[in-house]
């Protein structure tokens, strides 16, 4: 440290903004951009805001999902829709990589139904061959409760609706069957409990993974003009050739861990720069 004027001393922005320098493209931005501060930011927000809003004039399904977005709110809808955004901001990247995939989102769900649906009838089918263990030693008839589980779990097979899942879900993922009785005392009288709980074990598999893909495409649905906004809002900033500070740290962490030209980046910096002091 005997000669401070080889010293860079700068910012986190400012620092980032020479890293973009030497890769503008490779992060996804033009090398003429310029910085625009809060205010500026925040008039794009409002005109990719009133983009997304007009859309739903003529889109009904837009305005539906704008709709049950805003219902209930008291603050003003552009003010509301403005701090929902601002607050999933940080979940962009997730929520448009959904997006990408949204067909094998649903696709997905549509398969693991199918093959919930197969293990809901092996169950049926197991109860109704080993009905002997259903039967109650006082009546000699099937379980009351057991017997309303199953006619749940058939309603189910026959119309596989969200609203016809909901008791699959509290029957299998809430407690477990094998926690209520009536299903232990079952069980307790097969005399050979491996095939129910293959069966039992497979629907909790499958009940599990479709209420990820579920809370996915719940995502997808709901969300879709926030993320829609978010388009817009990136595409009107690209085409004007500005860059707010929050945007500088997004693409400087883009091209540091997703860039194909990274390594070339590393390299670049490692020869010009030997040590990074971070004060605070």
């Given at each position: 440290?005997?000669?401070?004027?080889?010293?860079?001393?700068?910012?986190?922005?400012?620092?980032?903004?020479?890293?973009?320098?030497?890769?503008?493209?490779?992060?996804?931005?033009?090398?003429?951009?310029?910085?625009?501060?809060?205010?500026?930011?925040?008039?794009?927000?409002?005109?990719?805001?009133?983009?997304?809003?007009?859309?739903?004039?003529?889109?009904?399904?837009?305005?539906?999902?704008?709709?049950?977005?805003?219902?209930?709110?008291?603050?003003?809808?552009?003010?509301?829709?403005?701090?929902?955004?601002?607050?999933?901001?940080?979940?962009?990247?997730?929520?448009e990589n959904l997006t990408q995939?949204?067909?094998?989102?649903?696709?997905?769900?549509?398969?693991?139904?199918?093959?919930?649906?197969?293990?809901?009838?092996?169950?049926?089918?197991?109860?109704?061959?080993?009905?002997?263990?259903?039967?109650?030693?006082?009546?000699?008839?099937?379980?009351?409760?057991?017997?309303?589980?199953?006619?749940?779990?058939?309603?189910?097979?026959?119309?596989?609706?969200?609203?016809?899942?909901?008791?699959?879900?509290?029957?299998?993922?809430?407690?477990?069957?094998?926690?209520?009785?009536?299903?232990?005392?079952?069980?307790?009288?097969?005399?050979?409990?491996?095939?129910?709980?293959?069966?039992n074990d497979g629907i909790i598999?499958?009940?599990q993974k479709q209420v990820t893909?579920?809370?996915?495409?719940?995502?997808?649905?709901?969300?879709?003009?926030?993320?829609?906004?978010?388009?817009?809002?990136?595409?009107?900033?690209?085409?004007?050739?500005?860059?707010?500070?929050?945007?500088?740290?997004?693409?400087?962490?883009?091209?540091?861990?997703?860039?194909?030209?990274?390594?070339?980046?590393?390299?670049?910096?490692?020869?010009?720069?030997?040590?990074?002091?971070?004060?605070?």
């Amino acid at each position: 440290l005997n000669n401070f004027s080889d010293l860079h001393i700068s910012t986190f922005h400012s620092l980032f903004a020479s890293f973009l320098s030497c890769i503008p493209f490779a992060a996804g931005i033009m090398p003429d951009y310029k910085i625009i501060d809060e205010a500026d930011e925040q008039l794009i927000l409002m005109q990719a805001i009133d983009g997304v809003l007009d859309a739903a004039r003529v889109d009904k399904q837009v305005l539906a999902m704008l709709t049950e977005l805003v219902e209930q709110q008291e603050k003003p809808v552009k003010t509301y829709i403005d701090g929902l955004y601002r607050s999933l901001v940080p979940w962009m990247p997730y929520l448009e990589n959904l997006t990408q995939h949204e067909g094998e989102v649903r696709r997905a769900l549509d398969g693991l139904n199918e093959e919930l649906i197969g293990y809901l009838k092996s169950l049926l089918g197991f109860v109704h061959e080993h009905e002997y263990a259903a039967l109650t030693k006082s009546t000699g008839k099937c379980n009351k409760n057991l017997e309303r589980m199953l006619d749940k779990i058939g309603d189910f097979i026959k119309s596989p609706d969200a609203r016809r899942l909901e008791p699959i879900l509290e029957y299998f993922l809430a407690e477990g069957i094998l926690g209520k009785k009536y299903v232990s005392d079952f069980v307790g009288r097969l005399e050979n409990s491996d095939e129910f709980h293959r069966i039992n074990d497979g629907i909790i598999d499958h009940l599990q993974k479709q209420v990820t893909m579920l809370s996915d495409r719940e995502l997808l649905i709901h969300l879709k003009p926030i993320i829609e906004i978010h388009k817009q809002f990136r595409s009107e900033k690209q085409k004007a050739s500005v860059l707010s500070f929050d945007d500088i740290e997004f693409f400087t962490q883009q091209a540091l861990t997703g860039s194909p030209e990274t390594a070339y980046l590393y390299f670049k910096l490692g020869s010009e720069m030997k040590h990074l002091m971070i004060d605070e």
